[in-house]
C-alpha cells in the first residue's frame, strides 16, 4: 500500500504512548489550587487513568486526521442515502453560526442581553411555520425521533386535557421505524395499515383499523418509497371526523418546501429535520434538531419555554400551564438553528422552490434512465427518491448488498438498503438537488456497470468491495470491535 493509504498498518495510539510524552503544555494555573478530594465525593474522583495514551501533538493530529481520511461524506463524495437527505451544506451557514456572538452566548444569559438570539429563533419558528402551513412551531426537540415524541406527547396532552385519553395511532407499513418507536414510547399502541397497491395510503384501508380510540395517523408524506400520498385530503378529512389528529413525519420535506404545504394539506403537526433539510451535516452523531409545528388547537400543549414577542422585545415565557413541559436542557441546539435560519434567508421562497424542484427531477432523472436495468416496484413519477429491487440480479445470485457493497468500489457511497421494509430487497435513492448532472450520470453509469458485472462475472460483484476494508460482520463487528486493521486479508 502507499505510503499515505489511510487504511495502511498503522500503530493504535495507545501503541504510540511513551510515557510522559506531552501534546499539549497549559499554562500556569492562575487560581489557587486546592485539594480535589476536598471539594469533589471520593467516589466521583478517579485515582488513574488507565491506559490514557501520552503521544505528542503532531502525533495526535495525524492519528486524527488519518482517522478523518477513513470517513466518507458529503464532502468526499455523491451520497444517494435515500429518506436521509445526504446534501451538500453550504459552509457559508457554518460560518455564521461560529460567529462570536453566537458560539459564546451563554443558555443561562439574561433575555436583555440576548434579544439578537431569541429575534433569530422567534423567526426561524415564522419561517418554518410559514414553508409547512402551521401556527406555531417549537424548536426545542433535538432530533426527528425526539420531534416525534414531542408531537405525541402533545396529542397525549390534547386528550387528557378533555378527559378522553386515546390510546392508538395508526402507522403504515412504510414507515420510518422511529414513527413506531416513538408512539410506543409516548405510552401509545401502534398500528400497523398495509400501503395500497399504488404504493400509497388510500381511505378504504385507514377505514379499516381506524375507531374513537385512535389518537392520530403518523404518515410521511412524501412516503418512503418516495410517492407522495395523493389520497392525503380525503384521508385527513375522515381522520378529523373521527376526532383523531394527522401527524406528518416532515423528515422528507426536502420534496415539498416551497411547493407545498402540509397544513394545507390536513396535518396538525408535524416535526422537520434541521440536519436533513436546512443546512446542517447529519450522520456523524449529530448535533440535530427536529422542531415540532402544530396547528392552533395543540400550541397550548407545546414545551416551554415559548418565546413570544411584544414591540420589539423578545422573551421566553414559561407560563404555559398545559404545557408538555421540557424535552431537554434549555432551547435546543441552538448552532443548528443558526445554519436554518442563514439557509432559508439566503435561498428565500423561490430558492427553497427551485431546490425540492431540483430534488425531484434528479430523482425522476435516475428512476427514468435506471428502470429498465433495475425493477422498479412503483412506476410512478416519484418525489426526491426512488426505490428499486434486486429482482433481475438475484437471478445471478446477486443481492442488494452485494450491489451495494460493489457501488464503493466505483468511489459511491451506496444507497439507504432493505428499507422501506415492503421492497424485498430495497435500494432507495436519494440524489437530492446538490450534485450535478455529470456525477449523477457517474452514479447511474456505475450502476449499469454493476449490472452487466452481475450478469457475466457475478463473483467480482458478491466479492465487493475490494477497497479499503472488506466484508465484515457487522454485528459480530459491533459486538466484538477489533480496532487494529490486519491488512487486505483479513478484514478489521
Ligand atoms: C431520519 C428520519 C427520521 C428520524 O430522524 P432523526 O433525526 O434521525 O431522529 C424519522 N423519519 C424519517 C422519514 C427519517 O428519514
Not at 67 to 72: D, G, T, W
Not at 123 to 152: K, N, R
Not at 186 to 215: I, P, Q, S
Request: glycine share 10%.
Amino acid at each position: 500500500m502507499a505510503f499515505d493509504d489511510p487504511f495502511s498498518d498503522k500503530p493504535l495510539i495507545f501503541e504510540l504512548s511513551r510515557e510522559g510524552r506531552q501534546g499539549v503544555e497549559p499554562s500556569r494555573c492562575d487560581v489557587p489550587e486546592r485539594d480535589p478530594e476536598a471539594s469533589i465525593p471520593g467516589e466521583f474522583l478517579r485515582s488513574d487513568i488507565e491506559g490514557s495514551p501520552e503521544v505528542s501533538e503532531p502525533e495526535i493530529i495525524r492519528h486524527y486526521t488519518r482517522l478523518s481520511r477513513l470517513n466518507y461524506g458529503v464532502d468526499t463524495g455523491f451520497y444517494p442515502l435515500g429518506s436521509c437527505t445526504m446534501k451538500y451544506n453550504p459552509k457559508v451557514n457554518e460560518d455564521i453560526a461560529s460567529f462570536e456572538g453566537f458560539l459564546l452566548l451563554h443558555p443561562y444569559q439574561p433575555e436583555e442581553l440576548c434579544q439578537g438570539a431569541l429575534r433569530l429563533m422567534y423567526e426561524l419558528e415564522c419561517y418554518l411555520a410559514e414553508v409547512s402551513g402551521m401556527d406555531s412551531v417549537t424548536l426545542q426537540p433535538s432530533a426527528g425521533a425526539q420531534g416525534e415524541f414531542c408531537g405525541l406527547l402533545t396529542i397525549d396532552a390534547y386528550f387528557r386535557d378533555r378527559g378522553k385519553p386515546r390510546k392508538k395511532v395508526i402507522v403504515p407499513d412504510t414507515a420510518h421505524g422511529t414513527n413506531p418507536a416513538s408512539t410506543s414510547l409516548a405510552g401509545f399502541r401502534a398500528v400497523t395499515v398495509r400501503t395500497g397497491k399504488e404504493g400509497v395510503l388510500t381511505l378504504d384501508t385507514l377505514k379499516e383499523v381506524m375507531d374513537n380510540d385512535t389518537a392520530a395517523l403518523m404518515l410521511t408524506n412524501p412516503n418512503t418509497l418516495g410517492l407522495f400520498e395523493r389520497h392525503i385530503k380525503e384521508i385527513s378529512d375522515y381522520v378529523h371526523q373521527m376526532g383523531g389528529f394527522v401527524y406528518c413525519d416532515g423528515a422528507n420535506l426536502n420534496a415539498l418546501m416551497g411547493i407545498a404545504k402540509l397544513g394545507e394539506m390536513g396535518v396538525d403537526i408535524v416535526q422537520f429535520n434541521l440536519h436533513k433539510t436546512f443546512s446542517t451535516p447529519h450522520g456523524g452523531g449529530g448535533p440535530g434538531s427536529g422542531p415540532v409545528g402544530v396547528k392552533k388547537i395543540l400550541e397550548p400543549y407545546l414545551p416551554v419555554p415559548r418565546i413570544r414577542k411584544k414591540d420589539d422585545r423578545y422573551t421566553l415565557d414559561y407560563n404555559q400551564p398545559r404545557s408538555i413541559g421540557k424535552l431537554r436542557a434549555f432551547y435546543g441546539n441552538f448552532s443548528v438553528m443558526v445554519k436554518a435560519y442563514s439557509y432559508i434567508r439566503r435561498m428565500g421562497p423561490e430558492g427553497l422552490k427551485k431546490a425540492s424542484t431540483v430534488a425531484i427531477v434528479n430523482a425522476n432523472y435516475i428512476k427514468e434512465r435506471l428502470k429498465s436495468t433495475y425493477h422498479l416496484p412503483f412506476d410512478r413519477a416519484c418525489m426526491h427518491e426512488c426505490v428499486f429491487s434486486d429482482r433481475f440480479q438475484s437471478q445471478y445470485g446477486v443481492t442488494t448488498m452485494d450491489i451495494a457493497k460493489r457501488l464503493i468500489d466505483y468511489g459511491f457511497h451506496p444507497p439507504t438498503i432493505y428499507f422501506p421494509l415492503i421492497v424485498h430487497g430495497a435500494m432507495m435513492i436519494e440524489p437530492t438537488e446538490t450534485e450535478s448532472p455529470e456525477e449523477i450520470d457517474r452514479f447511474i453509469e456505475a450502476m449499469k456497470e454493476i449490472d452487466r458485472e452481475a450478469r457475466e462475472s457475478p463473483d467480482v460483484v458478491k466479492n465487493a468491495p475490494t477497497r479499503g476494508i472488506k466484508r465484515i460482520d457487522e454485528a459480530g463487528a459491533v459486538r466484538r470491535p477489533v480496532l487494529r486493521w490486519q491488512g487486505s486479508g483479513g478484514g478489521g
